[in-house]
């Protein structure tokens, strides 16, 4: 009987081992699929300049970090444009993306012209597509300055609000950089990003007018920084910044249409008062 008892507690032993190594195994397995979703979650969040670049950049590396150094002010560009691809990557996307516009370029010009002048029309829209990917920085920047000016009022109100509730500043940062203020929320949550890497909150809101290039955002950020040395309503001057910049759109946006009237009655005058004129005179 006591050796019965003994093999019994022993094939115990055994299945409680096994039943922990399965445990193991199917954590192992799990952890596993875990981090393969993980990674395939933050593959897709890559932007498709990013993942090209990347594919472009081992076989044009050379070229890429010769380019690279002629290029000045690049990284300041894609810095801006919050392009997160390193500079000689960049380089090396630009140049793959020309050399496949230009060899489409050459293949449909020699359908229909000699191969002489297929070869210069390829040359001439490998520079262009050069030249018009070397400026894509700069014209996002600009585009990403547009839409801050535009919701900017918006999202000073939206931090009147929060501060008004009782909610602190870091807070009203984060809450507005997951807002839906689209290149402003991108901004904020640079901030925060700043903010966790060590920065103090002025420094952090300092950089971010150093990246974007809106006098609207400059006067918000100055208001706050005076607000956090010498203290007040910083809500009440968010909500009174917020009235003075959707008055200046609006003025701006009347002057415009101003224009555009003019430029409509020139036109109306030049495609139909003149020809008539000529006919009277003929």
């Not at 919050?82 to 140049?95: D, E, F, W």
């Not at 203290?231 to 910049?245: M, N, S, Y």
């Amino acid at each position: 009987l006591l050796e019965k008892t003994d093999e019994v507690a022993r094939r115990l032993r055994e299945l409680k081992r096994l039943e922990t190594l399965r445990g193991e195994e199917l954590a192992a397995e799990r952890k596993l699929m875990d981090d393969k979703k993980w990674e395939a979650r933050v593959e897709l969040k890559r932007s498709l300049s990013e993942r090209l670049s990347e594919i472009f950049y081992s076989p044009l590396k050379r070229p890429a970090q010769r380019l690279a150094k002629f290029f000045k002010g690049l990284d300041g560009d894609l810095y801006k444009a919050n392009i997160r691809i390193a500079p000689a990557h960049y380089v090396a996307l630009m140049i793959g993306v020309s050399l496949i516009v230009s060899v489409f370029a050459f293949v449909l010009m020699l359908l229909f012209l000699p191969i002489l002048f297929a070869l210069v029309g390829g040359v001439f829209a490998f520079l262009l597509a050069l030249i018009f990917s070397r400026t894509q920085p700069k014209r996002k920047a600009k585009a990403r300055v547009v839409g801050v000016n535009r919701v900017i009022p918006y999202a000073m109100r939206h931090m009147a609000t929060q501060l008004s509730s009782g909610i602190g500043l870091p807070e009203t940062i984060t809450s507005v950089s997951r807002a839906d203020y689209g290149a402003l929320s991108e901004e904020f949550d640079r901030v925060i990003r700043d903010m966790h890497t060590g920065m103090s909150t002025e420094e952090a809101l300092t950089t971010m007018t150093q990246r974007v290039d809106s006098e609207p955002l400059r006067r918000a950020v100055r208001q706050i920084q005076r607000t956090l040395r010498t203290g007040g309503d910083l809500a009440g001057i968010l909500h009174t910044l917020a009235d003075e910049t959707a008055f200046e759109m609006r003025m701006k946006l009347r002057d415009y249409t101003q224009s555009l009237n003019m430029l409509t009655m020139i036109y109306m005058f030049a495609s139909a008062v003149i020809p008539a004129m000529l006919l009277v005179m003929i």
